[in-house]
Each structure stands twice: as structure tokens, then as C-alpha cells.
């Protein structure tokens, strides 16, 4: 949660000049996102969100994440619009960083989030797959199957020297994803990092779904692995099946899940698990401490893989017709 | 910069019900102050800035603050103003905080300072002095001279150990503030934080001042000193006489200076480097690295120091008449 790169006042005002959009009254800096920096800019008529692209997003993938918020707003989804320049450009450079002016969206981020909430992220979470279909733009999921042996192999030594549980839990995780990871689910466009941050409410009502900067082309259903990660484990460490029933049946009204869909759903939920336990421990064994970002702790999710293991089936997440 | 503090949705809205606002529609944390949690709170009328009150900031002194901004405010001074509660209250508690919901102030703030912008800035200093007159409330300046020999006695060793000619510096700087630090000159309420991350602008003029938790009473000359540290310095550590002119020049224009004022400001500035170079110095020792605030460099101030006891006069900041 920082800012990362500052921007003066004048090179703003620079940079504004080239967007139709009124002058500039206010600039703030919201604490907001571990990947970019982002700020408040308010003019007369409108509210913004400025987002300078920090090195960890691919400035190659940003067209992308530009076009997937066009398809969706489109689409009748509701998510930040990225506003053009005159000459008819989205991406532009500020502060030496690539920068992307969106429309604000109003909301309010919940941190415990209710079993209600549960359920109106799954209505939305289906309404937005069926936003993003027939859109057109490439980018697979770097961050998948694929790629665990890769990250797992980088950080194993030093994840086996700091708690042998880690490495234990990783291997035996990683075992069982290889040998029955699904292959024939239904793709799509997944937002692939739905955590609370992301999910404005209004009304106890999801409004919106906001930084779209992970999205990627992947089986639906792993964006369902990771909701219910992010949602519907409680602080003590436990998934609370009612959150996570209300979740599945939420997003099932909108988009019922196929029976290979339902039977992959343990193994998902324990890949997305990994996925997340092993960025956070590589952000926890390689913190510079300069940095402005406390890393996250991943023994919550290697407490989450284990739930995930011991799964049988999708039943054990409250989902049973 | 940071959010320290985190606010639950449900939370704020218990808390927001106690004022006459109008809906909570948007809550962001703000990557703004190193002392405080600020958000920025959007109903469907207006825009309000929240803040909550870190262990730094003496619970006991939010009255006089909050006093001082409804002060000014009421004489016309462009600044955040207080909201009250339905039953007449300024500071409620959120998140187990001391709380403030203030309005929004427009502006931007500059991060290089140009020579009209010194200039706006001084005439707009004298404008606060000017309108916090006649204000009753009573705070002490508990970062001033006679709490230097206290401050500097809790790090000196750390100091000395650190780095032997930061030790001299400080030593030097004392001896001279002891000996020469005026007692008879103009009193007042002063802001006494006037960085340029508190100063906003708009259209080329300063719009308001923000950020009034380290506002005391002392020397109105001494906000000068502290201005001139953080606003007329260049990058490459040189004092810029031509902006600190503009800056005395402007303020002089609204409130003339006392003879004696100008006699003392060259320890004045060299009072104001020593304040922020031992804070800054206690950061950077005691810094945990698990804070979300990354310490600002001590050399910066140390090196104004030498400046300020190189200096003879007024003149030597180009104020001659």
C-alpha cells in the first residue's frame, strides 16, 4: 500500500493537457495496490484515477488490460473506464512510468467481508465472464500451472532453509497439481486477483471490480479458486463454508458450473492457494526493507492449502446440487 | 506516506452516522502525511478528508487544532475546516483512533518550488498569522529551543556513534542557539510544518494550507525560518536566494518584519534546520524497518545547518531592506 513514484505538480498539468478532460483542482496519492502507484485527480466536472505502471507489470501487456475494461464497460460491466488522449492514445508516460487515466469508480472496499457479500461477489464475479466474453486480447496466465515448478524451483531452496513446513506443503501440493491438474474447463478472461481491495460495494451491493492488472485468459473456475481464498477463510485461519456456499451459489444463478468445473474445484482452490503462498514467500524471503511494502504473511495461505488438501470435493465448500 | 491504520466499511458507517453528511459512496486511504492515517471520503454532495490520529499526536492537543483551523477558517484563511457531530463534537474515535472529519481542500501541491511559488507562499504565510490572531487556545512548542538540549541528549550518543561530524554539527549549533536565541520577538500561532506536501496551489497561487498537527504557539519569524529550510533549498543542497527573497518579500509586503526579527534570522533558520535534522536523525536510528514510513536523510538538514552558520544576515538570505 504506497506510492511508489511521485509526480510534480507541472509535469501533471503537462501531461493532462494531452487528455480533453478539464484542469486539474486536486492530486492525491491513495495508499492503494502493491504493484502501481495510483492517485486521486479531481477536476470541475469529474473524479479520476491516475495509475503509474511500476516494473512488475509488463508494459507490453498494458493494451491488454486497456481493452479488457473497454469490452467489459462496454458490456454493461462496471469498472474503471480508461479515458483517451486527443490523439487517440490510452497509455502515456508520466514521471518515467507508463500511465493510464481511468474514469473513478465509487464504492467502498469491506474488509470482513459478510456472507452476503460472499454472495454478491459470485452474482458479479459471473456477470463479469460474461462481460469479457468476445474479447478479443491475449495474455495468458503467467502465474499458473505452468509456472509453479518455475517459482517454486526459484524460491524452494531458500522457502526449505527458512521453514521446512514450507517446502513439505509446496512439494506435496505441487505433486498433486502436476499429476491432476484439469485441462478441459471453460476459458475466459479472469480477473485473477479479486482480494477484497478490489471489490467496491454500495448499497451491500458489489459495485464494481477495480485494478484489472493481473488479469489474464485462464479456466473460469480458477477465478473462483481464488475468491474463495481471498473471501471466505476467517482470521482464525478456517473456511467458513456459509461464505464460500454463498459465493459458489451466487456466481452458479448467474453462470451454472459444469460437473468438471464442480469435481476440479478442491484442486483449484488448492493451486490458487499455492499461487499466492509462493509470491508472498518470495516477497517475505527477498524484502528490502526499502521498500514501502510490508509483505504479506504466507503462512495464511499455506494454512489455506492445507484446507485445500484435505478437501474431497466441491461439497466441501458448501457447494452440493 | 502511509495508511497506518485501516478502516472496516461497516465501521465507518456506524461513525459517519453520528455527522449530517450525507452517505459514505467512496473511502480511500490517502498516501499522505508520515504521522497520521488520512482517507479521503466521498459522499454524494461533497468530498471530506478523515483522519485518525496516530500515537504521535498527543490526544490532548486535538482541541487546540481543531480550534485553530475553525479559527482561521471563520477569518476567510483557505484551510481544511472541522465537522461536527449531531451532538456538537469535533474528534470522535474510529479503527480505536482519535478521528476528524474535516472538509476537502482543492489544490495541488508542488514538489519544486518555483520562485512565484515562494513568493505565494510567503504572502500567504503572512495572511495565516494574520488571520489566526486573537485565537485563544494555548500550545507550546514542544520542539523548540528549550527541548533541542533534551532531544539532542537522547541521541547524541547514537548520533556521535553514527556519524562524528553530525555529533560536532549539533554540538556547535547548540552552543550558538543557547547563547543567541532572541526572546522579545513577535508571538503567535504558527503552523510550524509548512512543507511543501502542505501547501496547495491552484491557478499559481497558494489555495490553503493542510496538516495543522504540529501547529503551536511561538515566534511568528520562526515559521519563516522553517519555510525557508523546507521551500528555498535546491536539490544540490544550495540555498536559492532569489526564491527566499520572493518568499520574505512576500510576506514582508503583508506583515513588514520587525528589525529585531530580521537581526535573528539567521539562527532562526539554523534553529529550524537543527529541529527537523534531530528528528529526522532520531528516525533513522530508531527506524524499525517493519514501519511503513521510509526515514528522510538527516544530511539534507545537516548540510542547512552549515549554511545558516555561515550566514551573517538577512541580507545573506537577499532581504535588505
Known amino acids: 500500500m504506497a506510492v511508489f513514484t511521485q509526480v510534480d505538480a507541472r509535469d501533471l498539468e503537462a501531461f493532462w493537457a494531452q487528455y480533453d478532460l478539464g484542469e486539474v483542482e486536486s492530486l492525491k496519492g491513495i495508499a492503494e495496490g502493491v504493484e502501481n502507484s495510483n492517485f486521486f485527480v479531481e477536476t470541475a466536472d469529474a473524479r479520476y484515477i491516475l495509475t503509474l505502471f511500476e516494473k512488475r507489470v509488463a508494459e507490453d501487456d498494458l493494451p491488454y488490460f486497456v481493452g479488457l475494461m473497454d469490452h467489459v464497460a462496454a458490456a454493461g460491466f462496471s469498472c474503471p473506464q480508461p479515458m483517451w488522449t486527443k490523439s487517440g492514445k490510452a497509455i502515456g ?6 500511465a493510464l487515466v481511468t474514469s473513478f469508480l465509487p464504492g467502498l472496499a469491506v474488509r470482513r ?4 457479500d460472499c454472495a454478491s461477489l459470485g452474482t458479479t464475479l459471473a456477470r463479469f465472464h460474461g462481460a469479457s466474453k468476445g474479447y478479443a486480447g491475449k495474455r495468458p496466465n503467467n502465474l499458473s500451472r505452468s509456472n509453479w515448478q518455475a517459482m517454486h524451483g526459484q524460491i524452494c531452496e531458500d522457502v526449505a532453509a527458512r521453514n521446512q513446513d514450507w517446502a513439505r506443503l509446496a512439494e506435496e501440493s505441487l505433486q498433486k497439481l502436476n499429476a491432476q491438474w484439469p485441462s478441459a474447463l471453460p476459458m475466459g478472461h479472469i480477473h485473477a486477483d ?6 467496491f460495494f454500495r448499497h451491500g451491493e458489489v459495485s464494481g471490480f477495480i485494478d484489472f492488472y493481473f488479469a489474464c485468459e485462464d479456466m ?5 479458486a481464488i475468491c474463495i481464498n481471498a473471501w471466505c477463510f476467517e482470521g482464525d485461519g478456517s473456511l467458513n463454508v456459509t461464505k464460500s456456499a454463498a459465493f459458489l451459489n451466487g456466481y452458479s444463478q448467474r453462470r451454472p458450473l459444469e460437473p468438471a468445473e464442480k469435481e476440479a474445484l478442491p484442486l483449484l482452490a488448492l493451486g490458487a492457494g499455492l499461487r499466492f503462498f509462493l509470491t508472498r514467500a518470495h516477497d517475505v524471503i527477498h524484502h528490502d526493507p526499502s521498500w514501502l511494502v510490508t509483505p504479506k504473511d504466507p503462512n495464511e495461505y499455506a494454512h489455506r492449502m492445507r484446507t485445500h488438501l484435505r478437501a474431497r470435493s466441491a461439497q466441501d465448500y458448501g457447494l452440493w446440487s
Open 93 to 98: 508516460r508520466l514521471s518515467q512510468r507508463p
Open 113 to 116: 467481508p459478510s456472507v452476503a
Open 220 to 224: 473460469l473456475a480458477y477465478d473462483l
Open 194 to 199: 479479486l482480494f477484497p481491495d478490489n471489490v
